[in-house]
């Protein structure tokens, strides 16, 4: 059963209505403050990894600038992103095409709890820690494909102990940081 307000005069019910669009308003300016912050970053990472003198990113500086920031992405998917069947070498990716993709991957990248199951399934015990050779062998066999060498790349975003562990609570943390 829903509740709803009853309003004994017309002025109760305007100057509710007033205060609900002041609401809307405010968490609309709220939104556009964030995103045009979060648009802002981009383009100044966008800017770092521009090469001399060039107004595009090729797909691996692409890739790169959006690992830094803890946006983990393949060439691969750049590359379907972009609607290309296959990578020829000679993609450009302009300020547009980066802050679309970063948003993009930002939202996909924001489901931790998904992530955290993931690597959940490799810890049964739930100890917080993943042994790196299974989840290679695992990342090799299940979709979306990947190269050994993508893997390696994913790989070493992780801070991995000496007995070859990562610590995926530590990670998860820090990919939360980044994206607040």
């Given amino acids: 059963m829903s509740?709803?307000?009853?309003?004994?005069?017309?002025?109760?019910f305007e100057?509710?209505?007033n205060e609900n669009q002041s609401i809307f308003q405010n968490t609309t300016s709220l939104n556009?403050?964030?995103?045009?912050?979060?648009?802002d970053?981009?383009?100044?990472?966008?800017?770092y990894?521009?090469?001399?003198?060039?107004?595009?990113l090729t797909i691996k500086e692409c890739k790169n600038a959006m690992r830094s920031i803890g946006i983990?992405?393949?060439e691969k998917e750049l590359t379907e992103m972009l609607g290309l069947k296959?990578?020829?070498?000679?993609e450009k990716i302009n300020l547009n095409n980066f802050i679309e993709i970063c948003q993009i991957k930002k939202n996909e990248n924001n489901h931790y709890e998904e992530i955290e199951e993931a690597f959940k399934m490799y810890d049964p015990n739930e100890t917080g820690f993943v042994n790196s050779k299974e989840l290679k062998h695992a990342m090799l066999i299940f979709k979306?494909?990947?190269?050994?060498?993508?893997?390696?790349?994913?790989?070493?975003?992780?801070?991995?102990d000496e007995e070859g562990y990562i610590n995926y609570y530590q990670y998860l943390n820090k990919r939360k940081k980044i994206n607040e």
């Fill in 3 to 12: 509740k709803t307000k009853n309003f004994n005069t017309e002025k109760e």
């Fill in 15 to 17: 100057e509710s209505e």
């Fill in 32 to 39: 556009n403050n964030i995103n045009e912050k979060e648009n």
């Fill in 41 to 47: 970053l981009y383009e100044e990472l966008f800017n």
């Fill in 49 to 56: 990894f521009l090469p001399n003198n060039k107004k595009t």
């Fill in 72 to 74: 983990l992405i393949t």
């Fill in 86 to 90: 296959e990578k020829t070498g000679k």
């Fill in 144 to 160: 979306p494909k990947m190269s050994e060498d993508e893997i390696e790349q994913i790989l070493n975003e992780f801070e991995i």
